[in-house]
């Protein structure tokens, strides 16, 4: 069974770091591209990154890119989002998503709350 | 970017209702087009990928059409189960984008 467990969520001031992690099983992760989908209260959803197979490639959205960087370690299953230079607009739930032409497994989420 | 703009923004019906949503893509995408349901409180699950493609385990009455620029979802016999929203997303090219979202609501 494809399961996909995010951490590493929490509250945080303006300007703070975060590191999110996603660990993935039941599949085989270094097949895929992952991603990192947001959605804040009451919003859609907004993707945030994705990161190649190998690592080698990375894309990000307009509104994170410079403060946001994505990694991958194909031996331990995991995916990880670091965030620098924390907004309160990106107050949001943080999924991690499988696939590169659409996701077809999501994680349940893990809350980032931007605030004083 | 890719813009999605998807309609309508809501929609309310009743069990056992036709219900229609399209996106409109800003450029063409082809057939680069995935479709999700998102219930409160749940991460989105995929009903149709590359536009028509039924995911596995998706009940039939959700359909999907398009290529291009225009596609459309369709419930064709609104069950209560189906009570949620919608997204499209472009898998074109990256950043993907979604659309706004359909509210399917009871009526």
């Known amino acids: 069974e494809v399961q996909l467990l995010e951490s590493g969520g929490g509250l945080v001031q303006p300007g703070g770091s975060l590191r999110l992690s996603c660990a993935a099983s039941g599949f085989t992760f270094s097949s895929y591209t992952m991603n990192w989908v947001r959605q804040a209260p009451g919003k859609g959803l907004e993707w945030v990154s994705a990161i190649s197979t190998t690592g080698d490639s990375t894309y990000f959205a307009d509104s994170v890119k410079g403060r946001f960087t994505i990694s991958r370690d194909n031996s331990q299953n995991t995916v990880t989002l670091n965030m620098d230079n924390l907004r309160a607009d990106d107050t949001a739930v943080y999924f991690c998503?499988?696939?590169?032409?659409?996701?077809?497994?999501w994680g349940q989420g893990t809350l980032v709350t931007v605030s004083s | 970017d890719i813009q999605m703009t998807q309609s309508p923004s809501s929609v309310s019906a009743s069990v056992g209702d036709r219900v229609t949503v399209t996106c409109r893509a800003s450029?063409?995408?082809?057939?680069?087009l995935t479709w999700y349901q998102q219930k409160p409180g749940k991460a989105p699950k995929v009903l149709i990928y590359a536009a028509s493609i039924l995911e596995s385990g998706v009940p039939s009455r959700f359909s999907g059409s398009g290529s291009g620029t225009d596609f459309t979802l369709t419930i064709a016999t609104l069950q209560p189960e189906d009570f949620a929203t919608y997204y499209c997303q472009q898998a074109h090219s990256f950043p993907w984008t979604f659309g706004q979202g359909t509210r399917v609501e009871v009526k």
């Open positions: 998503a499988r696939g590169s032409s659409g996701a077809n497994y």
């Open positions: 450029q063409g995408i082809s057939t680069w």
